[in-house]
């Protein structure tokens, strides 16, 4: 904690942090960026020529450095988005009826129930050299190729993404812009080939190197949960993954174990420095020491496939490594911001990634909050040194990251702290075992008794976690958690480790005061909420669901009222602030606060009615004159919702046009939302 934001590199590294996420929401063009850094760098300069010994121009010369850093972020943000090149297959429209793609797949990723997915880049459409990344979506089939590392030739349209339906729903297509990805491709066994002269790329090589492992792993026994962790831990493959595991392990609070992280990697480091201790007592020792461990950490974030989350993790571990083999081991916490600004640089995008942000928010709450915490509890012996290092640890890097994780998943399992104090001393048993058992794979010299002990760790990791994960009432969840209240809360955090290191009281003046900040803040939100009135019609496929939400609770009509519709409502609760969901059976009218809502289904028999319609619904495809309808009731709006077949939708849309009439469909523009 000492001395953070006395050095240079963390405020420069936070100001081009910062102007990445100007650059993102920002709409600017390059030019102007440019133009402004320019002007930012020359005042820089003439700052520091007369620099001297007075104060004013010491602070004149370190904003136009912070200045021009934030500048400098703005503009590798711009450079790195592919969207601004010409040659990018988002500006490229084909004159054909057919587009003919070249892609490789470069990427596989995890599979729904109809679709394998992958990740592609294109090279050729049409003839005309472009780039750019996609989403294949290949239908799956009993007669499917394998096309994992392939080069193909592709004989349809790049599609648009698409965008959530429902209100507050996980927004896959944002997700994916973040990845540099702007389009998909529908792929079948019919309109696609693959290429003779595919090349032999690192991803390729790569890729065959873990399909070999798996195979010969799968053939001496390993299956299931077991072969599917095991993927996950030491080849970086979650895809196999099931649904009701990965919940469990979410559940459990141990999910960053199931993504190879800052954690496997510093065991796998330090694994690796025990095992060639031995090299220290040769000359050069500590260089052929270092750089052996950084070549084998390369090595493997390249066979597990360069996700971000290892190649964060590796660079940080191989800044690390040389800090300590140049014997500055007091600089941790510098080193971890050169590797973060270094991968922005690289990358600028993985700002935005949920594990960039939890990976060094922990990192950083580690280094400077655990010195913090241990040094209250002081054991002469070894092993009570150990386990209090590892609950400071467990400690300071939740602390940390507990924010984030309400911002992002609403949800806090009580139960962490026992999972990660159990876990975490085992990994090291548990990868040190691993690893040698997937290098005697790739060779093919693993049988059932070398397995036997390691599917045995994994599954008694399984039980454990399932065990954890069955407590639901040390399971918090549906935590409403907004942006201002994250940034009041690390606020919070910093004010308070400030007091833990320096003992002043205007740290402690300073996080009371944000406490009451965020308790002023929390009781005006819940007010707003409580005192809202909202209408929503959902966008569901075969049924219609529409919710009324008055105060904190939900009035849930449907016509089908078997069908499941947590996963339409499970955001939604969590973020509009939902205590009670009350099922009503959907009716043909809805009064709510003097609007009339009239729902026109297959069972609506039309009546003469002296009440103005505010909003007339057309629901399961009824078979209507919708101009007679419009004519009897005159209504303000029409909905029609995801209930209804294309060619209904096609003809009410059509006549909408006609009469004039405002209209939404939800398969165009997702759930309609009236706050009333």
């Known amino acids: 904690m000492k001395g953070i934001f006395k050095f240079t590199l963390p405020k420069l590294c936070l100001s081009f942090l910062f102007g990445i996420i100007l650059g993102k929401y920002i709409p600017a063009t390059l030019f102007w960026i440019f133009i402004s850094l320019l002007i930012s760098l020359v005042f820089t300069v003439v700052s520091l020529v007369f620099s001297h010994k007075h104060f004013h121009q010491k602070i004149y010369f370190g904003m136009a450095v912070l200045c021009s850093s934030i500048l400098l972020g703005w503009s590798n943000f711009l450079i790195h988005s592919d969207k601004i090149y010409k040659d990018h297959y988002t500006h490229f429209k084909s004159k054909n009826e057919l587009q003919q793609s070249r892609i490789t797949i470069t990427k596989v990723l995890k599979p729904t129930a109809y679709y394998e997915k992958y990740e592609a880049s294109i090279q050729n459409i049409d003839g005309k050299e472009t780039f750019g990344n996609v989403l294949i979506n290949y239908r799956k089939d009993s007669l499917n190729k394998n096309i994992k590392g392939k080069s193909l030739l592709v004989y349809t349209d790049i599609k648009a993404l698409a965008k959530p339906k429902n209100p507050y729903q996980f927004d896959y297509g944002n997700y994916l812009q973040n990845q540099e990805i702007y389009g998909q491709i529908y792929l079948n066994n019919a309109n696609f080939k693959i290429r003779n002269n595919s090349e032999n790329t690192i991803n390729s090589i ?371 602030n939902i205590a009670v969901i009350k099922p009503k059976k959907l009716k043909n009218t809805i009064v709510l606060k003097g609007k009339n809502i009239l729902i026109v289904d297959t069972l609506f028999s039309p009546i003469n009615s002296e009440k103005t319609i505010d909003y007339l619904l057309l629901c399961n495809s009824s078979r209507i004159n919708l101009e007679r309808i419009i004519n009897m009731y005159q209504p303000k709006q029409i909905i029609i919702d995801g209930s209804n077949y294309t060619s209904f939708v096609n003809r009410w849309k059509a006549t909408c046009i006609r009469q004039k009439i405002p209209f939404h469909i939800t398969s165009e523009k997702g759930a309609f939302i009236k706050k009333l």
């Not at 190879?260 to 480091?269: A, E, V």
């Not at 950084?294 to 800044?319: D, H, K, Q, T, Y």
Request: aromatic share 16%; charged share 10%.
């Open 206 to 576: 790569a890729e065959s190197i873990r399909s070999k492992i798996i195979k010969n792993l799968k053939s001496s026994g390993l299956s299931g949960d077991n072969l599917a962790i095991t993927e996950a831990l030491f080849l970086g493959q979650r895809q196999h993954i099931s649904k009701e595991l990965y919940e469990n392990y979410a559940n459990a609070g141990v999910i960053h174990l199931l993504a190879i992280s800052g954690l496997h990697i510093g065991i796998i480091t330090a694994l690796l420095g025990w095992l060639l201790y031995p090299l220290l007592f040769l000359k050069n020792g500590k260089i052929w020491r270092g750089s052996i461990i950084i070549a084998l950490l390369w090595m493997f974030a390249v066979i597990s496939g360069l996700s971000p989350s290892v190649v964060r993790s590796v660079v940080m571990f191989s800044l690390i490594t040389i800090a300590l083999h140049l014997q500055r081991p007091q600089q941790t916490l510098h080193t971890v911001f050169a590797s973060a600004f270094l991968l922005i640089i690289w990358k600028p995008n993985f700002v935005f990634e949920v594990g960039f942000q939890l990976s060094y928010v922990a990192v950083i709450g580690i280094v400077i909050i655990q010195p913090e915490i241990q040094r209250y509890f002081n054991f002469r012996n070894l092993l009570g040194r150990y386990f209090v290092g590892i609950i400071a640890t467990t400690l300071a890097a939740q602390l940390a990251v507990f924010p984030l994780t309400f911002f992002y998943f609403h949800q806090f399992p009580g139960l962490f702290f026992l999972g990660n104090f159990l876990l975490i001393p085992s990994l090291f048993l548990l990868l040190g075992y691993g690893f040698f058992v997937m290098f005697l794979a790739f060779f093919n010299l693993v049988n059932e008794t070398i397995l036997f002990p390691l599917i045995n760790m994994i599954s008694w990791m399984n039980q454990f976690i399932e065990w954890i994960a069955l407590q639901k009432k040390y399971l918090v969840t549906n935590i409403y958690f907004d942006a201002p209240e994250l940034i009041i809360c690390y606020f919070i955090i910093y004010c308070f480790a400030h007091f833990l290191t320096y003992k002043k009281a205007v740290a402690i003046h300073f996080t009371m005061f944000f406490l009451i900040c965020y308790q002023i803040y929390a009781i005006k939100m819940y007010i707003d909420l409580s005192s809202e009135t909202e209408m929503i019609v959902f966008h569901q496929t075969r049924n219609t669901v529409i919710g009324i939400k008055q105060a904190d609770s939900l009035l849930l009509f449907k016509r089908d009222t078997t069908m499941n519709t947590d996963y339409l409502l499970d955001n939604y609760k969590t973020e509009r």
